[in-house]
Structures are given as C-alpha cells and as structure tokens.
C-alpha cells in the first residue's frame, strides 16, 4: 500500500483546491517538464500519463489519505496496468 503524504490540499497548476470527499483523485505526475501534484482536470487536459517514470494516480480514501491505485508499483511490487 503507497500513500502520498503529506497530504495535498490543492492543484500545483490551476491551484483549484482538492475536494476532501473519499474517490477524489489526485496525480503525481510530470506536467511541462516538471513535476506535480495535478488535479484531474489539469492531468486530461495536459495529456499526462501513468505508469513508472511519468506518473501515479492516488485516490482519496474515507481516512482523508491519498492510497495509490494506478502508474507505479503497487503492494508487492508488482506493477500495475496502465
């Protein structure tokens, strides 16, 4: 299990502040070169992706913590499909 921490409240491109309601999804990618911590509509709108050296998808979880379901190695090691 990969959480993101510490928690972040808001997009580091359109800075619109992330919902706190448990589903919301956050990306930790690389956006014009550098990187992020993206809301979706800005990961869309910017074409990122997911995977291992480009970026991860976390969702926000009824505990307030962000828990990584997509774009890197998951619980075990194994590597998600993207």
Not at 39 to 64: D, M, P, S
Request: hydrophobic share 35%; charged share 15%.
């Amino acid at each position: 299990m990969v959480t993101f921490s510490p928690t972040p409240t808001q997009c580091d491109v359109c800075t619109d502040l992330f919902n706190e309601a448990p589903g919301t999804l956050i990306y930790d990618t690389n956006v014009m070169g550098r990187w992020g911590c993206i809301c979706h509509k800005c990961f869309v709108y910017f074409g990122c992706t997911l995977g291992i050296g480009r970026g991860q998808k976390y969702e926000r979880q009824a505990n307030g913590t962000f828990l990584q379901t997509a774009g890197g190695l998951l619980t075990g090691g194994a590597k998600d499909a993207v």
